[in-house]
């Protein structure tokens, strides 16, 4: 047999059968060639069998899989936004080591909706998935008392859960130190010789934005900084743009910094400064957090802090795969990275 031998074309689904029949296999090799088993099978038997599943154009039955084993070969992830870079970088940790396993990843969109957060659980439970991550921004530590069941439910089936932040109680949790990076940040433009400052936040309770927001007060004041303006909205650019616009309303003395929660809020703040005719640097400084790669491109460059999102999405994967898992002695290590946003003060 060769690589190029000709794809036969078949009416109906292709099953297991057929492909075991057109290897010259029994039922069980080519069950155990395909569908993952931890029983060895020859390479020469698996590549016959591998290549004539390429011919017949057979695909393995997920659900059956998932009946069959308890679970799917797949990892559920749960994001905010998917437009947002901080939640693709995360995903494309998730993705890389899904693809390692021969797992697939499904990815759905919270909108920051508690209640549709826990319809999408619901429904992901159908999927049987391996793992769920909930990479979603939380208002609590705490699971509502109608998620905490869904994922009660999951694990029971034989899934699961993860969650990305502060520890939830009842499931494995990858943790980010959001409020020392940000106290390192807010010292640091206390060194440079700022003493304003305006915060663009998201909603009181969001738990990180809040720890962001508390790390960053206590390095910029520790450092000689006055007590900062914290202005809430959300997470998006629109807010950060929003928010900027009435900071500039009530007034933004030249030489205040400004820091928004996120890179994605500090570049919506970014372009309201710009509209408003104020130059980003000398005038008024700009800071964000995150460290995703459009902040490295804008002008001036964004100062931020950089989070490793690639090995988070990474880490969470294997907490949600690994059984014999365990969390890092340390959080993750943030830097703060400096740059032409935030020059130094006379």
């Known amino acids: 047999m060769t690589d190029d031998a000709p794809v036969t074309v078949r009416s109906g689904a292709v099953t297991l059968d057929d492909v075991a029949r057109e290897a010259g296999v029994s039922l069980a090799t080519a069950s155990r060639a395909l569908n993952g088993s931890t029983r060895k ?44 870079p901080y939640f693709g970088q995360i995903a494309s940790g998730v993705a890389r080591g899904a693809d390692e396993a021969g797992l697939v990843v499904t990815v759905a ?34 699971l509502s008392t109608e998620l905490a069941a869904e994922v009660e439910h999951l694990a029971a089936s034989g899934g699961r859960v993860v969650a990305l932040g502060a520890g939830v109680p009842g499931v494995r949790s990858v943790t980010v ?18 003493r304003q400052a305006v915060v663009l936040a998201a909603a009181e309770g969001t738990v990180t934005s809040d720890e962001r927001v508390g790390g ?21 650019r629109e807010s950060g743009h929003d928010l900027m616009r009435d900071a500039l309303a009530d007034g933004v003395a030249p030489g205040t910094v400004v820091f928004g929660i996120s890179d994605v809020v500090a570049i919506g ?15 008024v400084a700009l800071a964000g957090f995150d460290d995703i790669p459009t902040g490295r491109d804008v002008t001036p460059a964004l100062t931020t802090v950089r ?5 988070v999405g990474y880490q969470a994967f294997h907490a949600a795969t690994d059984a014999e898992w365990q969390p890092a002695d340390e959080t993750l290590r943030l830097e703060v ?10």
Do not use: H, K
Request: net charge positive.
């Open 41 to 84: 099978v020859a390479d020469s038997y698996r590549a016959r069998v591998e290549a004539a599943a390429t011919r017949l154009g057979y695909t393995a039955n997920l659900s059956a899989q998932a009946t069959a084993r308890g679970t799917s070969a797949i990892i559920a992830l749960l994001v905010a936004d998917i437009a947002d």
């Open 307 to 311: 989070i490793p999102l690639d090995e």
């Open 216 to 236: 960053f007060v206590t390095g910029f004041t520790t450092g000689g900084g006055a007590e900062p303006r914290v202005l809430r909205g959300t997470f998006s």
């Open 177 to 194: 130190d959001n409020r020392g990076g940000a106290r390192e940040l807010g010292a640091a433009l206390a060194d440079r010789g700022y």
């Open 337 to 346: 990275l400096l740059r032409e946003s935030t020059p130094p003060r006379s």
């Open 269 to 283: 703040a970014l372009a309201a400064l710009r509209e408003a005719g104020r130059t980003v640097g000398d005038d």
């Open 109 to 142: 969109i919270t909108e920051r909706d508690p209640e549709r957060e826990v319809r999408l659980v619901r429904a992901l439970r159908g999927q049987r998935p391996r793992g769920l991550i909930l990479a979603a921004s939380r208002t609590s530590s705490e």
